[in-house]
């Protein structure tokens, strides 16, 4: 018997549950993380119907089968179920380059460009292959005119430094309130 969770701050995002393949029950996995090696045989994933364990894994057609899914119909169950892991063990297990970092640890940053705060770090959304910074405007820019959200190409080019060691963490910009202004 699963027992049901409640979604936690600290859960990230794995996979989506697609829908079943064969009698078994297996099921099309679609991955929602750049760090597909953290899905390893044995390891258990969190969910909003309960916790499940991975018994196979087939990369190349990305077919799973987890150890509490025996059926086509039980399967049917999980279908569009995302799978949740913690941050620690995200920071564990996947490892980044020099300047890289979770996203988890970028949501709530505060943008700062010539010492002004154009306002906060609410989401992140990837269109294509990049990824953007969805910006919360600042309310003393907004009572200015300025529009609710806007957002920023995560690129060098507009990403100066960014520093998660603060608090509240910050990151440098450059030509963010032009994008601010013209959106």
């Not at 999980?78 to 063990?89: G, K, P, S």
């Not at 460009?113 to 919360?136: N, T």
Request: hydrophobic letters at 35%; aromatic letters at 10%.
């Amino acid at each position: 018997m699963l027992q049901k969770h409640k979604i936690q701050k600290d859960w990230v995002s794995v996979a989506k549950i697609g829908r079943p393949v064969g009698v078994k029950g297996e099921v099309l996995l679609h991955l929602l993380t750049d760090f597909p090696e953290v899905l390893k045989v044995g390891d258990t994933y969190f969910s909003q119907i309960g916790d499940l364990t991975i018994q196979s894994y087939n990369k190349e057609n990305s077919r799973i089968k987890f150890t509490q899914i025996n059926s086509r119909e039980i399967a049917k169950q999980f279908t569009n179920l995302i799978l949740y892991t913690t941050q620690d063990f995200t920071k564990e297990h996947c490892k980044l380059k020099e300047d890289e970092f979770f996203w988890f640890e970028i949501i709530g940053s505060k943008i700062l460009e010539s010492e002004e705060i154009l306002g906060e770090v609410c989401e992140i959304e990837r269109f294509g292959q990049k990824d953007f910074l969805s910006i919360k405007t600042s309310h003393d820019l907004q009572a200015k005119g300025f529009p609710k959200s806007f957002l920023v190409p995560y690129e060098k080019r507009y990403i100066k430094e960014v520093d998660i060691h603060t608090t509240p963490k910050i990151i440098h910009t450059n030509f963010c309130k032009e994008i601010l202004e013209n959106s």
